[in-house]
């Protein structure tokens, strides 16, 4: 039975990727794994690794900055909602407590770009870069995340975006919405 569950959602992810290639008109496959990748890549910074809530926005502000690095958000603004939304889709009545809570070190950083340094599915991602942006956003984090999360809820687009972030949910326990 576990054998035919795993195939079906292996099928769905598959539909998915069809549909998000075919209604945003990019390789929606290679962003499905890079949400995949990234969604989670927030509970690196220390806060989060005692306090898990919240880490969903520190894992969106992270992936908005490497998908600016490789290749620019247009057209990716599902992908960052998908991340920012897997596990609650009401932002709003979190987003304030979520930014009083972001609390972000160079160390912090550092250990992030570490865990991303290895992993091949970044390939071409510049991560030096990467550092100096998010390290160039610490100062002023709070309002870059603002601009950041206007960016992707002014984008029509984004409504994909739950989609996404159900397949970022199937990926964690096997369901699928």
Not at 93 to 113: A, E, G, P, T
Request: glycine share 8%; net charge negative; charged share 25%.
């Amino acid at each position: 039975m576990h054998v035919y569950e795993v195939m079906k959602a292996n099928h769905r992810a598959l539909e998915l990727g069809a549909r998000l290639s075919r209604e945003l008109g990019i390789n929606a496959y290679k962003w499905l794994a890079l949400s995949g990748y990234l969604h989670d890549i927030g509970m690196g910074i220390r806060v989060f690794q005692c306090y898990y809530d919240g880490h969903e926005l520190a894992s969106f502000w992270i992936a908005y900055r490497a998908f600016q690095v490789l290749d620019g958000i247009k057209g990716l603004e599902p992908f960052l909602y998908g991340i920012l939304t897997h596990h609650t889709e009401n932002i709003d009545r979190h987003f304030v407590q979520w930014l009083k809570r972001l609390s972000v070190s160079v160390d912090d950083v550092d250990y992030v770009i570490g865990l991303l340094r290895p992993l091949k599915a970044l390939e071409g991602l510049d991560i030096d870069y990467l550092r100096d942006w998010l390290l160039n956003d610490l100062d002023r984090l709070w309002i870059a995340l603002r601009h950041m999360v206007r960016d992707v809820y002014n984008n029509p687009g984004y409504r994909l975006g739950s989609l996404i972030a159900g397949a970022i949910r199937m990926a964690h326990d096997g369901s699928y919405p």
